[in-house]
């Protein structure tokens, strides 16, 4: 009895301390190291020296953990200020402000594929993207798949930049010393421009050209798209 009450008092002074924030950003390091895989409620509580259950007063479940470090990630975009400009070079800065943001969470990322609109940063940034597919003449179904497209290319420009540094330096210099080899390693008859691009390939030489390029190809596409668009019918 006396054992059961002390470990009752233990677990809500434990309540007491846990701070919401730090229990997401234990969540995030995580993801950040180890994937999302390595993210449970058990796995976070431990790193805090508690038991789940204490965990269970800031998130339902594993999922609401997960909930809250895509808002997490969404509320650290910095947006900036709607002017004057076309809609293209406004949109194009909304982009960059969501890769910045991403850039130190690849393996996070993906986590926005789902969950972009459940929080009040989300919805933010979809409002002004919609706000701008608008602006450039897309009705209401146009925007809505324009954006959905947009959101996926951002997730796959972070998580695939070529040679992204993860884990050990050493590690990941081996790995690009090996996919380097590999490349170069192929038939330069059958495979010409990989050979010549072996370098590129497997690491940026420049990771912020990766990603304004990357940002402009997107951006240039939906120009494109309305370009080139033809009336829907009725």
Not at 87 to 102: C, I
Not at 151 to 177: Q, Y
Request: glycine share 8%; proline share 6%; with cysteine.
């Amino acid at each position: 009895m006396y054992t059961t009450e002390l470990i009752g008092r233990r677990e809500m002074a434990a309540q007491k301390r846990l701070n919401r924030d730090e229990l997401i950003a234990t969540a995030l390091s995580l993801t950040d190291t180890e994937g999302l895989g390595a993210v449970t409620i058990r796995r976070v509580a431990q790193q805090h020296d508690v038991t789940p259950m204490a965990l269970y007063r800031h998130f339902p479940d594993k999922e609401g953990l997960l909930d809250a470090v895509a808002e997490s990630l969404l509320a650290a975009v910095e947006m900036p200020a709607p002017d004057d400009r076309p809609w293209y070079e406004q949109l194009e800065d909304v982009l960059t402000a969501v890769v910045k943001a991403l850039v130190p969470h690849p393996n996070a990322a993906v986590l926005l594929l789902t969950r972009v609109t459940g929080s009040e940063p989300g919805l933010d940034i979809t409002e002004r993207v919609l706000a701008q597919l608008g602006s450039a003449g897309m009705d209401v179904q146009q925007g809505a798949d324009s954006s959905c497209h947009v959101l996926a290319s951002l997730i796959t420009l972070v998580i695939g930049e070529p040679g992204h540094a993860s884990g050990d330096a050493e590690e990941h210099e081996a790995a690009v010393r090996a996919k380097r080899a590999h490349l170069n390693s192929l038939s330069p008859r059958r495979y010409p421009h990989v050979v010549a691009a072996a370098g590129p390939l497997a690491e940026c030489a420049s990771a912020e050209l990766y990603y304004r390029r990357g940002i402009e190809l997107i951006v240039t596409g939906l120009r494109g798209l309305r370009s080139g668009s033809q009336p829907v019918a009725g």
